[in-house]
């Protein structure tokens, strides 16, 4: 018992910022709507790429000068090349930029989408474009909630006085949950 409440006690104080973060994420993702997500205009520009960096496309060249010139952010998610164009994307949580080129002129239709800080943490809610390390942070949050909840049920069932009010308070949200499921959900 001991051990269990030290545990699920340093282990939740580690996850706080985490669990934190994941409710209040978990609110916006459900509300995106709050958000004005529905409502995202990309802004448009047009420049001209090097065509040094366009004959035998220069992937790391031509995405630098994106990044460096147009504000470009986020990994490359698509690096298309034909004979006469390039289509490159470049994704990040709450922010997206495409990049259409011609190759034999340099002329580039950059369209940038930004997306604000609640849906950029909407976006690492769900570990849209946030590459393998974020994922991993999110499996990480995945564990200490599983484990947080394994050492709160042991502490819960090591004080006798309290178990019929937890099983109540366990059977009433199972119920609770199946009931909204099967009434709400399609």
Do not use: N
């Amino acid at each position: 018992m001991a051990v269990s409440r030290t545990i699920h006690i340093y282990l939740t104080m580690f996850a706080l910022l985490l669990m934190l973060f994941f409710g209040i994420t978990g609110i916006l993702l459900s509300h995106e709507d709050w958000l004005g997500a529905d409502t995202i205009v990309p802004t448009e520009s047009t420049g001209v790429i090097p065509v040094a960096l366009l004959a035998e496309p220069d992937r790391l060249g031509v995405v630098e000068h994106l990044r460096a010139t147009y504000g470009a952010a986020g990994a490359v998610s698509t690096f298309d090349v034909d004979s006469a164009s390039l289509r490159i994307q470049l994704k990040g949580p709450g922010r997206r930029t495409e990049a259409e080129i011609d190759r034999v002129t340099g002329e580039a239709t950059i369209s940038v989408e930004r997306r604000g800080l609640f849906l950029r943490l909407d976006d690492l809610h769900r570990g849209k474009d946030s590459g393998v390390a974020w994922r991993w942070v999110l499996d990480l949050s995945a564990v200490l909630l599983i484990l947080g909840s394994i050492t709160g049920l042991i502490m819960w069932f090591g004080l006798p006085r309290r178990r019929r009010w937890g099983v109540v308070a366990l059977l009433t949200s199972i119920v609770f949950c199946l009931a909204i499921y099967l009434a709400f959900v399609p």
